[in-house]
């Protein structure tokens, strides 16, 4: 079985500084990871994913994480956002050996970026 | 090429009552699963459908039933409906084949609300 720690439930910071949202995942198999962004009244946007390989992903809209297996943790940073960025973030992990992608969410952080 | 869409967006039931929600996959994919997303929660898997069959069930009770038709698209039902029912329910399609790596493509879900 799965489950994701997301640390921080709120995380307000001033336009143009960096950010870092932090999540921990458990897990007895080896996962894939994700990060989605929710803006408000709409559904899960995929920002970026590590499946194997380099550490370090990018994705969209200037985000990047990394992926630590002796920590077990997957934070997304960047390293100056825009008030557009405010938006609740979910991490979340899939078994690798899984027949169904199904998808274990973290509790999600709230960015507020604050002008 | 259109998205994941679902109907209706939003949705007003009263306790007992029984409800369907229903999904389009994005074009191309054939794969379309379910999460239940609590106000300030994470979502949460309710169950999966490929090939007009359930694959996998969340833990969630029977009250909950599903659809995939030959189009693909597919319909969440739930019988009975308890307060603790209300939520946004979201619809993620994908493709089957590498199920475990394929990034998952939610709808803006259907908010439902139980007086």
């Known amino acids: 079985a799965q489950s994701v720690t997301q640390l921080d439930s709120q995380v307000p910071v001033f336009e143009e500084a960096p950010v870092e949202l932090r999540c921990n995942y458990s897990s007895s198999v080896s996962v894939y990871l994700f990060w989605y962004v929710q803006y408000p009244n709409q559904g899960l946007q995929l920002l970026l994913k590590y499946l194997s390989g380099s550490t370090l992903v990018k994705g969209i809209n200037g985000f990047e994480a990394e992926f630590n297996k002796s920590q077990t943790s997957f934070h997304l940073r960047k390293p100056s956002v825009h008030i557009s960025d405010t938006a609740e973030y979910f991490c979340?992990?899939?078994?690798?050996?899984?027949?169904?992608?199904?998808?274990?969410f973290g509790q999600g952080t709230t960015l507020q970026v604050k002008p | 090429d259109a998205g994941v869409t679902q109907s209706p967006t939003h949705l007003i039931k009263t306790r007992g009552q029984q409800v369907t929600l229903r999904c389009s996959p994005k074009?191309?994919?054939?794969?379309v699963s379910w999460y239940q997303q609590a106000l300030g929660q994470g979502p949460q898997f309710i169950f999966q459908y490929y090939e007009e069959e359930e694959r996998q069930r969340g833990n969630f009770p029977d009250r909950f039933s599903g659809h995939q038709f030959p189009n693909y698209s597919s319909e969440l039902n739930v019988n009975a409906l308890l307060l603790g029912d209300s939520a946004l329910y979201l619809c993620a399609s994908s493709l089957r084949t590498g199920m475990a790596n394929q990034p998952q493509h939610f709808g803006d879900g259907t908010r439902l609300s139980i007086l």
């Open positions: 074009s191309g994919h054939d794969t």
């Open positions: 979340a992990v899939s078994g690798l050996s899984s027949n169904t992608g199904k998808l274990i």
